[in-house]
C-alpha cells in the first residue's frame, strides 16, 4: 500500500515543516505553510522483487497472453491487437460438472481459467476443504488435449490449518490416491510458499485458507486486514504472471465478514461463495462475481460419507404423490441454463397489530412486504395483524419476480387454508396493480415442470399460447382471478 505523508511547505523560503505553525519556523513569516502530500509509495511497485524473479523462471510454464506484459511497463495498443484473454484458452475442467459450470464456461469448455484467481468463501466448516480436495483430484487428472503431456497438469494444495497427513487422510477418505499430479504443502509463510510454487509450476495452486497466510516483513498479524489484503494481492499477481490459477479459501461469519474474504472481493477474477445448512447435507456453490463466467449458474451438491455428491437435477421439489398442503406453492425457477422446482411455503399467525412480523428465508424481504400489500390492497386479505414466515425449501435463494405470484398464492393459501390443486406450478411476476406480469423463459419452466409431474400450470396472460404436453395452461390476468384457483 502507498505510504502517504503530509508536509507543510512555506510559500516564502520553500522549507518543509511536520506540523502546521502560523508562523513559519525557518524564515519567520506569518501564514505561509501550506499542506502538501507526498506519496513515497507512488513510483514503488509493490511487486517489483516478485516480478524480476518470475521473469526468468516461469518460462516453462504456459505464458500466453501474459508473456509481454511481464518484462516491462505495459504500452497501450490498439484495440484489435490485444492480447488474447486467459479465458479464451482451454479452461481446466474439475470433471464435476456441477462445480465447472458455476466456474464458468464458454467456447472452451468450462471450468478453470488457466491464470485467474478465484476466491472460495463460506463458513467454517460448510465442506470448502472436500471441496477442494475433490476438484484438485479433478484437475491433476486431467488430460488436455490441445497442449500434450508436457503442459502441467500438477495441483498444488496449501494447507494452511490442518497438517499435510490430516489432507492427506481426507483425501482417502474421498477416495484420492495414486495421483503423481497432486501435491501438498503445509505451510502459512507466503515466501516460501511462492518459492515452492516456483519450483514446482503448477497448474492450480489452492491456498485454504487465506487467513491463515503471513507475508513476514509485514508487521500485522495473520488474518489482520492488512496480512490479508496483501497476501492475497501478491497471490493474485502470481496468478497473472504465470499462468498458474490460484483458488484462495476463505471463512466467512454467519454475518459474512470480520475480516473476511470481502475485503478480497475486488482482488479476484471471480468469487464463489459455498453455503448450505452444516445440519443438511445439502450444499450449494454459486458465484457472486466472475470475470470468465455468468453468476446466475449455481452448483448442488449433497454431503455424504465419501465427500460431495453433484446432484444433476438440482435437487428441487418433485410431484411424488398428490397430496396437497395449504401455504405450499411450487414454482419452476430459473439458475442459469437450469430450471428447478422450488416448494415455497408460507404461515401465517397471530401477531399484535403495529407488531406483526414478516420473516422470510431464501426470499426477498422487501418483495414478501409488497406482496403482502398487494394481497391486502386488490385481493381484501386482512393481514394487518398476522405474522407471517416464508420460506423457499431446499436452502435456494429465489430472488426472481417470476416466483411473486407462488409466493402470493403461499400467503394466500395459508390465510384461507386452502391449497393449489395436487401437481400444480405456479409462475408469474406480480404488479404493484394486482397485475399477474409475464416472465422470461417461461416455455422452459413448463416443460420441465412437465417432466417433474406437474399437471397444471397457473401463468400469466401471453400473447402466443405455450402449449406443453401433459399440462393444463391456467393464464390469469391479476391477483384474484388467481386467488379463485385456490380450493
Ligand atoms: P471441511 O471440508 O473440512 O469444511 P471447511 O473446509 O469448509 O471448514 O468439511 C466439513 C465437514 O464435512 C466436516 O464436519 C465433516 C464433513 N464431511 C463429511 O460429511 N463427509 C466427508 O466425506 C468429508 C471429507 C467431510
Ligand atoms: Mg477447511
Known amino acids: 500500500m502507498a505510504k502517504v505523508k503530509k508536509v507543510y511547505a512555506c510559500t516564502a523560503c520553500g522549507g518543509t515543516q511536520a506540523r502546521w505553525a502560523g508562523k513559519c519556523p525557518d524564515c519567520g513569516a506569518w501564514d505561509t505553510l501550506e499542506e502538501h502530500t507526498i506519496d513515497r509509495g507512488a513510483d514503488r511497485d509493490p511487486h517489483k522483487g516478485l516480478v524480476e ?16 506484459a511481464i518484462a516491462g511497463a505495459p504500452r497501450a495498443a490498439p484495440i484489435d491487437e490485444v492480447a488474447p484473454d486467459p479465458s479464451s484458452a ?56 490441445k497442449k500434450g503431456p508436457d503442459w502441467s497438469r500438477k495441483v498444488l494444495y496449501v494447507t494452511s490449518e490442518e497438517s499435510a497427513e490430516q489432507v492427506q487422510q481426507r483425501a482417502h477418505r474421498l477416495g484420492v490416491s495414486g495421483e503423481p499430479n497432486l501435491y501438498v504443502l503445509a505451510d502459512t509463510n507466503l515466501a516460501r510458499i511462492i518459492e515452492q510454487v516456483r519450483q514446482l509450476k503448477p497448474a492450480v495452486l489452492i491456498i485454504d485458507s487465506i487467513q491463515m497466510i503471513y507475508k513476514a516483513d509485514l508487521d500485522a498479524s495473520p488474518g489482520s486486514v492488512s496480512q490479508l489484503r496483501r497476501c492475497a494481492a ?124 414478516r420473516k422470510s428465508s431464501g426470499l426477498d424481504t422487501n418483495r414478501l412486504a409488497m406482496l403482502i400489500a398487494v394481497l391486502e390492497q386488490h385481493a381484501g386479505l386482512r393481514l394487518a395483524d398476522r405474522d407471517i414466515f416464508a420460506s423457499a425449501v431446499g436452502g435456494v ?39 399477474v406480469r409475464p416472465v422470461s423463459q417461461i416455455e422452459q419452466r413448463l416443460r420441465e415442470a412437465a417432466r417433474l409431474g406437474a399437471k397444471r400450470a397457473i401463468v400469466p396472460q401471453m400473447r402466443g399460447a405455450v402449449k406443453v404436453d401433459g399440462l393444463e395452461v391456467v393464464s390469469v390476468k391479476s391477483v384474484d382471478r388467481a386467488i379463485e384457483r385456490i380450493t
Open 90 to 145: 482451454a479452461r481446466i475442467s474439475t470433471g464435476i460438472g456441477e462445480f465447472d459450470r458455476v466456474l464458468g464456461s464458454g467456447e472452451h469448455g468450462a471450468g478453470l481459467v488457466p491464470g485467474s484467481a478465484v476466491l472460495i468463501g463460506g463458513e467454517p466448516g460448510i465442506g470448502k476443504s472436500t471441496l477442494l480436495m475433490q476438484a484438485a483430484a479433478g484437475w491433476a487428472s486431467v488430460v488436455d488435449p
Open 53 to 68: 524473479g518470475w521473469a526468468n523462471t516461469i518460462a516453462g510454464v504456459d505464458q500466453e497472453g501474459v508473456g509481454g
Open 397 to 435: 435463494r429465489v430472488v426472481e419476480p417470476a416466483s411473486d405470484l407462488a409466493l402470493l398464492l403461499a400467503i394466500a393459501g395459508a390465510h384461507y387454508r386452502r391449497a393449489v390443486e395436487p401437481r400444480t406450478v405456479v409462475i408469474g411476476e406480480v404488479g404493484l396493480g394486482g397485475e
Open 234 to 357: 501478491e497471490l493474485v499477481y502470481l496468478a497473472k504472471a504465470s499462468g498458474t490459477a490460484v483458488l484462495l479459501v476463505g471463512h466467512v461469519t454467519k454475518e459474512g465478514q470480520l475480516a473476511g474474504p470481502r475485503v478480497l472481493e475486488h482482488l479476484v477474477d471471480a468469487v464463489l461463495y459455498f453455503e448450505g445448512d452444516r445440519f443438511h447435507a445439502g450444499r450449494i456453490v454459486r458465484a457472486v462475481k466472475n470475470r470468465y463466467g455468468t453468476t446466475l449458474e449455481l452448483g448442488i451438491f449433497e454431503m455424504g460419507g465419501q465427500g460431495l455428491v453433484p446432484v444433476a437435477d438440482g435437487g428441487g421439489a418433485s410431484f411424488d404423490d398428490d397430496e396437497t398442503r395449504s401455504g405450499s406453492v411450487v414454482c419452476p425457477v430459473i439458475h442459469g441454463s437450469r430450471c428447478v422446482l422450488v416448494e415455497i411455503q408460507a404461515l401465517t399467525a397471530t401477531g399484535f397489530l403495529g407488531a406483526a412480523k
